[in-house]
């Protein structure tokens, strides 16, 4: 399947918005100064200095990036142990006999729970985003320990045969000595100060989540797409989902007109911030566009909205009111509550789930009782006070924002203190939760806001995603409902480890086994020696006639000067003899590191897009219809190409492919190259006629192009009767065992019609089984690694030698 370079770009959202204070933090901070792009190695404290808490967050950050960096380079963006891997989404009984490292009574135990659970979600470690995920027990999918779903019934889902995606929702909470607190466990406060707050915690919150799909999705092509490639499993999470939102705004301080410059608690007129204390400002996105109305609202807080209030009990409640006691009313007069502000209602399902997001107005105050009472209108009228409750006051009432009327238009906060939204686009949206902290400080008189140089040199201040909240997503499992049982494909990766098995260092006497020793050490505790298992490379692509991301590129002088020798059949009317060359007379050459069978190359395993840019439509691309030929690489030269690096294009030398010769058709079977060459009629095909082509894309399905590496060989025909019945005789079995392979309990022996072969099917791996010259010959299937670009970019290597991902290569046209 083709991912749209729209969705492409969606997905990589989550990758690139690096700011490491991303999760629900809502503190008492003074600002937030980690930046990764200073590339900090630590925080180094000084001998009688003042200590911030910003120093020591911004420690903890850096320390943080390091850890889940390197999670994620060991791991991918998603992927858990292979003797750990948990996350598992259980719905029948089979997965459960599957389960290596449960005895018989666990899996009679699990099996009691699933029938009256419906889902399981098993236990173990799984990383996301390099983020660390720990279930530690084998829990029911509606008794999670931060989510509460809404009731799936089982039996609906069968009758209807939907399709169901689950994925795990990953965040940080900000968790305070409230949110803390159960009589069960020691909590974050400590009495023994009379219950001053000391430093908060941040939290992992992972949730388990369901989407169903649309009924025309096949749940063979889904689960298969959905685990090679995180880009469709985005673009099946839809946009909607991804948080925060992509929606930029900028913040600015600005003069007053006048100045009472007598009062003396205001800054002097020639400051622009006319607050008295320095504040860690909070603009939050309350409110989000609908289908009818493209207006969000948002709401700000000086505080980083960090004044809350726990709530004790609520009152009775009427039509005129709802009341509550709190546990205080604040340590001051500036972190208390008074008529007129405006709260909102808060416990752990609220935070935890997708509830719509209310603000209220608080219409008295009882000190005395430490009591409050909001406006008639709250929706939520009772509580569970088990679920830490509190009011959450904010310095502001809801500010509608219509995006329709954005460009240019400041929105005050207050003593100065402005911000503006970006204009909406297709690509420019916001989310609920999406929050920008903007520190403003006395003594500058001024925001902290990173700037940028105008077209005049002067500064001035540059949008800015949100901080948070970041949500990271991994597939775990696409499952089927239908009137006689539910389908499950698990879309997990599962990491294997370095070296699975242990290795003696001594003989049965206790004495070091020379280097040169043929004989083999006895096994530990009398146990069955390990087999060290094998598992052979990807197949690479090595070279091309092009280089990933080169640009072609011509100027208009240079047809200027050539404008009557211009043919009239110029390819794509892109005035490039390059191209043409390229598409016409050399052809598109990709070499590989180990031959391919000729069979596996064709136009659904390999093909080529031109991306156009249509006024009315958009983004439009087109598959051209190539020629697929294999071929033999003949030459390699050093070529000057123009290379595309971000938004910049170099200079570069690079060893190409510029001769190749066709091989004879029909005479071989494997080739160690093939090229892509427009077809002999091309000037009738409508698509080459393009103008406005401005991207070609090159398309290899690596789990298509596939060639067979020998493993052994026999001459025992013995075997056949066996082979025939699908059943795999004890001797090959042991010329496996051999090899280092060992077989799970699920091995599936097909027989195929042709030439006598049979196919040999364990997971993802795969061998064939044919006669050659009086030999049965078993052989591994290999697949092309599709995460390998040559060269310079690093190789990421995925599946497990039989199953590899899409190879997707760019050549750029700018004209």
């Known amino acids: 399947m083709n991912i749209h370079p729209l969705i492409l770009k969606l997905a990589l959202f989550t990758l690139v918005n690096e700011v490491v204070m991303q999760g629900e933090f809502r503190g008492d901070f003074t600002r937030d100064t980690y930046d ?119 039996c ?51 949730q388990v989540k369901l989407k169903q799909l649309k009924d025309d999705k096949d749940i063979e092509t889904v689960a298969k797409q959905i685990t090679k490639d995180c880009n469709y499993f985005y673009s099946l999470l839809g946009r909607e989902l991804m948080k925060p939102g992509e929606g930029k705004i900028i913040a600015r301080v600005t003069k007053p007109s006048s100045t009472p410059m007598n009062d003396p608690c205001v800054i002097p007129f020639n400051s622009k911030f006319r607050g008295t204390e320095n504040h860690l400002y909070r603009a939050e996105i309350f409110t989000v566009p609908t289908v009818n109305n493209n207006q969000l609202s948002f709401v700000w807080s000086r505080e980083n909205s960090s004044i809350v209030f726990p709530i004790v009990t609520s009152a009775e409640s009427n039509s005129s009111g709802i009341a509550f006691t709190l546990e205080h009313l604040g340590k001051d007069k500036d972190s208390s509550l008074s008529a007129g502000d405006w709260v909102e209602i808060i416990d752990d399902d609220y935070v935890l789930g997708n509830s719509d997001r209310q603000l209220i107005k608080v219409e008295k105050i009882d000190p005395i009782q430490n009591q409050v009472i909001l406006s008639g209108d709250a929706k939520n009228k009772t509580l569970v006070t088990q679920n830490h409750p509190l009011l959450r006051r904010w310095d502001s009432k809801e500010i509608k924002v219509n995006l329709s009327e954005v460009n240019n238009k400041w929105f005050p906060l207050e003593d100065g203190i402005e911000i503006q939204f970006q204009a909406d686009t297709e690509n420019n949206f916001y989310q609920v939760g999406d929050y920008w902290l903007i520190p403003v400080r006395t003594a500058t ?229 093939v090229r892509l060459i427009t077809p002999d009629d091309w000037l009738e095909k409508a698509v080459f006629n393009q103008s406005n082509i401005y991207q070609f894309t090159v398309l290899l399905h690596g789990d298509w192009i596939l060639n067979e590496e020998p493993l052994f060989d026999k001459a025992n025909f013995n075997l056949l009767g066996d082979l025939n019945k699908s059943i795999i005789p004890d001797e090959l079995h042991q010329q496996f065992q051999d090899k280092g392979i060992t077989f799970s309990n699920n091995i599936i022996l097909v027989t195929e019609k042709e030439n006598l072969k049979w196919r040999l099917v364990d997971g993802g791996k795969i061998y064939i089984l044919k006669i050659e010259n009086n030999k049965l010959i078993v052989s591994k299937i290999q697949a092309l690694d599709g995460n390998n670009i040559w060269p310079g970019v690093p190789e990421r290597f995925s599946g497990n030698s039989s199953e590899g991902g899409d190879w997707v290569s760019i050549i750029h046209i700018k004209t």
């Not at 020691?186 to 992972?206: C, F, H, M, P, Q």
């Not at 298992?533 to 991301?549: C, L, M, Q, Y």
């Not at 294009?649 to 510029?658: E, G």
């Open 36 to 154: 990764k792009s200073k590339h900090f190695l630590r925080v180094l404290m000084q001998q009688g200095r003042v200590q911030l808490d910003a120093d020591f967050n911004e420690q903890t950050s850096i320390l943080l990036n390091r850890l889940q960096t390197l999670a994620k380079d060991v791991f991918g963006l998603q992927g858990g142990p292979e003797q750990n891997c948990g996350f598992e989404f259980i719905a029948t009984e089979e997965q459960i006999n599957n389960i290596n490292n449960l005895n018989d009574e666990e899996k009679q135990k699990f099996k009691q729970l699933l029938k009256s659970q419906s889902y399981l979600i098993s236990k173990g470690n799984y990383y996301v985003d390099g983020i660390l995920c720990e279930n530690e027990e084998f829990i029911s999918y509606f008794q999670q320990p931060d989510f509460k779903p809404e009731l799936l019934d089982p």
């Open 445 to 673: 008189g001024n925001v902290e806001w990173p700037k940028r140089k105008n077209k005049e040199g002067k500064l001035e201040p540059q949008p800015q995603p949100p901080h948070g909240i970041a949500h990271s997503y991994a597939p775990l499992a696409v499952f089927l409902g239908n009137p006689n049982n539910i389908t499950v494909r698990d879309c997990r990766r599962k990491i294997l480890s370095q070296d699975r098995t242990v290795t003696p260092i001594s003989n049965k006497d206790n004495n070091p086994l020379p280097a040169n020793s043929q004989e083999k050490p006895a096994p530990l505790n009398n146990q069955k020696e390990a087999p060290i298992e094998t598992i052979t490379g990807f197949n690479r692509i090595i070279n091309a006639s092009w280089h990933h991301d080169q640009v072609l590129e011509a100027t208009i002088a240079e047809f200027q000067e050539n404008s009557n020798n211009i043919p009239k059949d110029q390819l794509f009317n892109l005035k490039s003899q390059d191209l043409r060359n390229l598409f016409t007379k050399l052809g598109l050459v990709i070499k590989f590191e180990k031959p391919v069978r000729i069979d596996s190359l064709h136009k659904s395993s390999v093909s080529v897009l031109a991306h156009t840019d249509n006024v009315l439509k958009g983004e439009v691309f087109y598959i051209l219809p190539m020629k697929v030929e294999p071929v033999q690489v003949k030459k390699t030269e050093t070529k000057s190409i123009r290379w595309a690096i971000g938004n910049e294009i170099l200079d570069s030398n690079i060893n190409l492919i510029t001769e190749v010769e066709p091989l004879i058709n029909g005479s071989h079977i494997y080739t160690e190259a």
């Open 156 to 206: 609906q889902v069968q009758l209807k045969g939907a399709t169901y995606l689950a994925y795990l929702d990953v965040w940080e909470r900000h968790i305070t000595p409230i949110e803390d607190y159960d009589d069960r466990k020691i909590n974050i406060r400590e009495v023994a100060l009379g219950g001053a707050d000391t430093a908060t915690r941040s939290k992992l919150v992972w």
